[in-house]
């Protein structure tokens, strides 16, 4: 007997900072990965969000461009804007 299992394909967005860094909870925000800060600070809190891989209870970290985020599921990479080196 052979058994298919279908991945879900991983959702990647790039958000664009025009910025040298951008904290954790207001990346969370301006991605629209959160609507609120409060729903950034319970996700940061709660464990839910990865850095580069690792689970990050930082809401203050600094994001910089190459850096990914990981938080319900969502992968999205923070880049500067093309042509530029922030």
Do not use: H, W
């Not at 879900?8 to 790039?14: F, G, I, S």
């Not at 970290?61 to 985020?69: E, F, P």
């Amino acid at each position: 007997m052979r058994i298919k299992v279908k991945i879900a394909e991983e959702k990647r967005e790039n958000v664009e900072i025009s910025t040298p860094f951008i904290k954790l909870d207001a990346f969370l925000k301006f991605s629209a990965a959160c609507s609120t800060g409060g729903e950034a600070k319970e996700a940061v809190q709660s464990g839910q969000v990865e850095v580069n891989g690792e689970v990050c209870a930082q809401r203050g970290r600094k994001l910089r461009s190459g850096d990914t985020v990981t938080v319900f599921g969502r992968t999205y990479t923070v880049s500067a804007p093309a042509g530029e080196d922030i």
